[in-house]
DNA sequence: ATGGTTTTTACTGCGTC
DNA sequence: GACGCGGTAAAAACCAT
């Protein structure tokens, strides 16, 4: 290897081969877009650029102690000296980590709170997220993962565990990372933590939609009778919780005479019409049927 | 990879305002 | 004519194997 100076094109940063260290950097600016002023340009915004974290936070810039136990001029080392070195070498090592841990978490926590105030969640899914963020962290789950997916994925997780879940792809929306690979981290992190996530209640969808459209009381409570009826009759497995709550938002507003259109619905479900429809006559036939 | 299931997309027809 | 709604077929996405 020769320590070249290398010209980073992609990152617009030049750097030595050898060494990495960065002679010039930020010739561009490749930082997200933040601002978004509509809905569509929100959906190509927030996906620019890949998280700038490289393998190691300091870059590979971090002092390192040689491993040979010899001097400056070759000669070997003393046993006293010897010993001396190899403090030297752990104590190093473990301030290095320590340091790189501090600042991942500290980015993640930053990246947690953005999604979370992005997606209306209260304070408390925040805490429970970063909690599951420190425990990912502390079992070694991160390395070969991205730090915002891992994020991610304590946010949806905490979201759900709050009983106030967000769809994946609300979720991924947010998020500077796609969603099959959020929804991948996330599994992971739930099963290497023993995170008890029973599937997401179609119910606790509910009161978000209803107050979006601006639903009674008695609406939402209808809605909610819907889907107890609905999980009586077993047409549960399989099909999307979301689904399943927008069709009984959807029904309830005619049972209550509130008229709001399906496409409303699927507007802040999003969920397509036709699920709508089919999930809705289940849930009025299941009705009935427990009728009688 | 494969096959079965669910969801989405796109299109059509009907009634109403 | 646009809009809301219902149905259908084919494509796409998802999931367990």
Redesign the pocket.
């Known amino acids: 290897m020769g320590g070249r100076l290398e010209s980073d094109t992609e990152r617009g940063e030049t750097v030595c081969s050898e060494c990495g260290l960065v002679v010039e950097e930020d010739e561009i600016d490749r930082g997200p877009e933040w601002r978004a002023f509509d809905s569509a340009e929100k959906d190509e915004k927030s996906r620019v650029g890949a998280p700038t974290t490289k393998m190691m936070h300091d870059e590979g810039l971090s002092t390192n102690i040689g491993w040979q136990d010899k001097d400056a001029y070759g000669n070997s080392l003393s046993s006293r000296q010897r010993q001396k070195m190899q403090r030297l070498r752990t104590w190093n090592e473990r301030f290095r980590t320590r340091d790189s841990k501090e600042r991942n978490l500290k980015q993640a926590l930053g990246e947690i709170d953005r999604m979370a105030s992005a997606l209306g969640l209260p304070e408390n899914v925040r805490e429970t997220a970063s909690v599951i963020y420190r425990r990912a962290l502390d079992d070694d789950l991160l390395p070969g993962r991205s730090i915002e997916g891992v994020a991610t994925a304590s946010l949806y997780a905490a979201a759900r565990q709050a009983g106030t879940p967000r769809s994946l792809d609300e979720v991924a929306n947010v998020s500077r990372v796609g969603k099959d690979e959020i ?1 991948r981290t996330y599994r992971y992190v739930a099963r290497e933590l023993g995170l008890e996530i029973e599937p997401a209640d179609p119910k606790s969808y509910v009161p978000r939609f209803a107050s979006d459209l601006e639903l009674s009381d008695e609406a939402e409570r209808r809605a909610r009778q819907l889907l107890d009826s609905a999980q009586e009759a077993g047409i549960h497995s ?3 919780p979301v ?1 399943l709550a927008a069709a009984a938002v959807y029904a309830a507003s005619l049972l209550t005479n509130e ?1 709001v ?3 409303e619905v699927s507007e802040v479900a999003d ?2 019409e ?2 709508i ?2 999930r809705y ?1 289940e849930l009025l036939e299941a009705e009935e049927e427990l009728q009688s």
């Open positions: 929804a399989g099909k999307s689904g008229k259109t399906q496409n969920i397509s036709v699920t429809r089919n006559h």
